[in-house]
């Protein structure tokens, strides 16, 4: 988990272990979206071209595919990250989930990054904090290490 901040003018600074694996990926163009208008999502853009495909073949769960795929085109949008590991978040997204000129905890999760705003950090951890002790004792006797 990482602490950053959006600047004034809507970008954020990966921080060098998220830049260093982008660019180890070969990847400076990402896709950043939402599509719980909760957390944002920073998707390198091979991983966002297998979501998007995942979407566009939903089977049965047609209706909630297309919500998300909603979701996801209405506040998202391809960014570049530049040299110095930067990228602007689109603006809708930005305003949406309240990121602007704000600090912000970004979670490397399953190929993507996560971009939680501190209310939406704080709930999750408070979440995560409840019966703390039975989760671990659960998680252990299926091997958690």
Do not use: C
Request: hydrophobic share 40%; aromatic share 8%; glycine share 8%.
């Amino acid at each position: 988990m990482y602490s950053v901040r959006v600047d004034e003018k809507g970008r954020l600074k990966l921080p060098a272990p998220l830049h260093e694996h982008l660019g180890k990926l070969g990847e400076t163009k990402v896709y950043v979206t939402t599509f719980d208008a909760r957390i944002a999502r920073i998707y390198p853009i091979s991983v966002w071209n297998g979501v998007e495909a995942l979407l566009r073949k939903p089977g049965e769960d047609a209706e909630s595919a297309d919500d998300l795929w909603f979701m996801a085109t209405a506040f998202g949008d391809d960014a570049e990250v530049d040299a110095q590991g930067r990228l602007l978040l689109p603006s809708e997204l930005r305003k949406r989930l309240g990121l602007e000129g704000q600090p912000v905890r970004l979670q490397f999760y399953k190929g993507h990054i996560n971009v939680f705003s501190e209310a939406i950090f704080e709930a999750k951890m408070q979440r995560a904090l409840t019966s703390l002790d039975e989760k671990l004792g659960l998680w252990e006797k299926k091997g958690l290490q």
